[in-house]
């Protein structure tokens, strides 16, 4: 939602850093997320996957993503 507000789509994504408090679920995620990747036609952005001791709200992954707008110089 924060990305189409932008004027932009998880499709302009070029970086993401993946929290995870538990990193015996990273092949889950990764799983996930090449599957919502590979569904919009385009190539996973690079990222960083870092265990962390715990999130906000009790959240198991938390990812952070950096963007580029279309059309931006």
Same mark, same amino acid.
């Given at each position: 939602? $924060? ?6 789509? @998880? ?6 850093? $993946?929290?995870? =408090? !538990? @990193? ?7 799983? =996930?997320? /090449? ?10 952005? #690079?990222? /960083?996957? $870092?265990?962390? /001791? #715990?999130?906000?709200?009790? #959240?198991?992954?938390?990812?952070? #993503? $950096?963007? =580029?707008?279309?059309?931006? !110089?």
């Amino acid at each position: 939602a $924060i990305l189409e507000a932008a004027g932009s789509g @998880l499709g302009d994504v070029v970086k993401t850093t $993946i929290y995870l =408090v !538990d @990193l015996t679920h990273f092949e889950t995620v990764n799983k =996930v997320y /090449a599957r919502k990747f590979e569904a919009l036609n385009v190539p996973p952005p #690079a990222r /960083a996957t $870092i265990q962390v /001791a #715990a999130l906000p709200k009790g #959240a198991s992954v938390e990812i952070e #993503a $950096i963007a =580029v707008k279309p059309g931006g !110089d």
